[in-house]
């Protein structure tokens, strides 16, 4: 059974930063495309950002040189470093995989394992 357990989310001011992780079992992530996504209050999940096995990244525009998503293989565990937080960025947060092998990407019907998700607050 694969579980994927997001943790880190909380309250931070803008400007702060934040570190994300996802503790995989039950799947290689190394052979995963990987990826977080988020959604706020009324508004649709989006894609955020995606690292493959061949550590190919994949980063929304909106945060891009703020945010840097990592991976530890032998861990088995995705990060997601953000910084310089806006209050825009508040919202849950989502550890997603995708089916082995698949290349990066931030399409969500690519994505087959869903974690339950972490918050994120950004106050200004």
């Known amino acids: 059974q694969v579980q994927l357990v997001e943790s880190g989310g909380g309250v931070v001011q803008a400007g702060g930063s934040l570190r994300l992780s996802c503790a995989a079992s039950?799947?290689?992530?190394?052979?995963?495309?990987v990826g977080w996504f988020r959604q706020a209050p009324g508004k649709e999940r989006e894609g955020v950002a995606g690292i493959d096995r061949f550590t190919s990244t994949i980063y929304a525009d909106s945060v891009k040189g703020r945010f840097t998503i990592s991976k530890d293989n032998a861990k088995n565990t995705l990060y997601l470093e953000m910084n310089n937080l806006k209050p825009e960025d508040t919202a849950m947060y989502y550890c997603?995989?995708?089916?082995?092998?698949?290349?990066?990407?931030?399409?969500?019907?690519?994505?087959?394992?869903w974690g339950q998700g972490t918050q994120v607050t950004v106050s200004s």
């Open positions: 039950g799947i290689a992530s190394s052979g995963h495309c």
């Open positions: 997603a995989a995708s089916r082995w092998g698949t290349r990066v990407t931030m399409s969500m019907r690519d994505y087959v394992y």
